[in-house]
């Protein structure tokens, strides 16, 4: 007899992207980290961190980052839930709003945790493929009215944005919710974040983990009604973002201009990546993401994986269907997308 579930004996669990060891100096471009450092609004208040703080326990809604992030973001207080990372959230409304046929509906490809999520509780899923030029396939997405429906808007690992007049189609005809992930908005034209007051099924996720540089922090939010965010409340651990978050996340958010002008430097460098594979005989998509996905050139994508990590370069590679032939490159500094243009130079020479 196995000491597990049998939903959890048959997962296999989601694979983050490796870690270097400890110590071992890469170009890591596999996680979609940002490549600059942090608002240092944000470092000062680690710096100066009071540890009477730690020896309590921290605010259990974490009101203090909730209270500037409600500055920045221009809804109520009360309209935004903090969360350990937005994996956090992505958890939390899982486990309030799914089980067997009250089922999650995401487009394919993307993000695999939501997969994950739904083995965890023992959710159906019901996957809609995106066509190859990642048009929402909506029609298909509102048959399948989940009780939940995901979609990561810029999309990973493609990228790509959803119009706002197609989500807001989306909202009005699903009765489930529908969660916007907004992982990788820093990078991106525009946000739906408005959709969550013309849509009473509508949360919105953001993160610290790209745009502002904190993926160590474990910082995120969801934004939407106070209705909506009432049963991922009562389901969410007490205590579910540490002082140190809380603290160090309330002065991130507080420096815009700080996010703001390293999601500029990205975007800049993004635009040359781009030019700089299409040039090797990568084909590129459009990214309005801090990573680009780039089919690689005689179908070599598994090799170039594997000799770029020969050379201290880490890059991600999906060994599944219509992703097996491409690589997922996160935008680093210059200098580190230089090493990778000079690399995959020789390497398909
Ligand atoms: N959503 C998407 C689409 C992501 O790619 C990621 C990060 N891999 C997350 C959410 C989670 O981010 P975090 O938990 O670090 O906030």
Redesign the pocket.
């Known amino acids: 007899m196995s000491y597990f579930r049998p939903s959890v004996d048959a997962m296999t669990g989601y694979q983050p992207g490796e870690q270097p060891a400890p110590g071992v100096k890469v170009i890591k471009l596999n ?2 980290e940002n490549p600059y450092p942090p608002s240092e609004a944000a470092l000062q208040v680690l710096r100066g961190f009071d540890g009477e703080l730690l020896r309590r326990y921290p605010h259990p809604m974490a009101d203090s980052f909730r209270d500037a992030a409600s500055q920045v973001l221009g809804v109520p207080h009360d309209w935004i839930l903090a969360g350990n ?4 959230i ?1 958890n939390l409304l899982v486990r309030a709003c799914t089980e067997g046929d009250r089922k999650i509906v995401y487009p394919t490809p ?2 695999v ?1 939501y997969e994950t999520l739904a083995e965890i509780q023992d959710t159906k899923v019901v996957e809609v493929p995106y066509n190859d030029d990642y048009n929402l396939p909506v029609e298909q997405l509102i048959e399948a009215n989940g009780a939940i429906t995901f979609i ?1 808007s810029p ?2 690992p493609s990228g790509t944005l959803v119009p706002l007049d197609v989500l807001s189609k989306l909202a009005s005809h699903l009765s489930g919710v529908l969660a916007i ?1 907004e ?2 908005v820093d990078f991106a034209d525009y946000s739906a974040l408005e959709l969550v007051k013309e849509h009473n099924n509508v949360i919105v ?1 953001r ?4 745009g502002y540089s904190l ?1 160590g922090l ?3 939010f969801g934004v939407a009604n106070p209705e909506l965010l009432s049963g991922l409340i009562k389901v969410k651990d007490s205590y579910n973002v540490d002082a140190v978050a809380c603290a160090v996340g309330a002065a991130a958010i507080a420096d815009q201009a700080h996010k703001n002008a390293s999601a500029e430097r990205v975007k800049a460098s993004r635009a040359k990546l781009t030019a700089d594979l299409t040039q090797l005989g990568f084909k590129v998509g459009p990214s309005q993401a801090n990573f680009v996905l780039a089919q690689a050139p005689n179908n070599k994508a598994g090799a170039l994986y594997q000799a770029l990590k020969e050379r201290g370069i880490l890059v991600r590679y999906f060994k599944q269907p219509r992703l097996d032939d491409k690589l997922r490159i996160t935008v680093g500094t210059e200098e580190q997308n230089q090493a990778l243009i000079s690399a995959l130079t020789e390497l398909l020479a």
Do not use: E, I, V
């Open positions: 996680t979609n990372g937005s994996d956090d992505l993307t993000y945790l990561a999309n990973s992930d992982a990788y996720l993160t610290f983990s790209k993926a474990r910082l995120g």
